[in-house]
Nanobody, 123 residues
């Protein structure tokens, strides 16, 4: 079972990036998934989560209105559209999947983690 995050890079403040997370080894169509990030010198923090159906979504206050997560269960893919990026969004972004169907903002609820993709936002 693998989760592979991609799409990170260097972008100027105000710009956009779209992160993708490809799941392989099994279907995650019945699993809630999420995005977390870890900035240099800081702990991991919740970014966004989506239920198995895509009907329930939750975002951290710091990204609400700027980031949107979505999923394509047929393709076993998870996405994070990031707009109006700020320097404080600079971090390694991780996708994760949990055994339950309900979205969760808590990292310990997740059983599978990707390797992370670096997003750097310059001022």
């Amino acid at each position: 079972v693998q989760l592979q995050a991609s799409g990170g890079g260097l972008v100027q403040a105000g710009g956009s990036l779209r992160l993708s997370c490809a799941a392989s080894g099994r279907s995650f169509g019945s699993n809630a998934m999420g995005w977390f990030r870890q900035a240099p010198g800081k702990g991991r923090e919740f970014v966004a989560t989506i239920s198995w159906s895509g009907n329930s979504l939750y975002y951290a206050d710091s990204v609400k209105g700027r980031f949107t997560t979505s999923r394509d269960n047929a393709k076993n893919m998870l996405y994070l559209q990031m707009n109006s990026l700020k320097p404080e969004d600079t971090a390694v972004y991780y996708c994760a999947a949990r055994s339950g169907v309900y979205a969760s903002t808590v990292g310990v609820d997740y059983d599978y983690w990707g390797q992370g993709t670096l997003v750097t936002v310059s001022s």
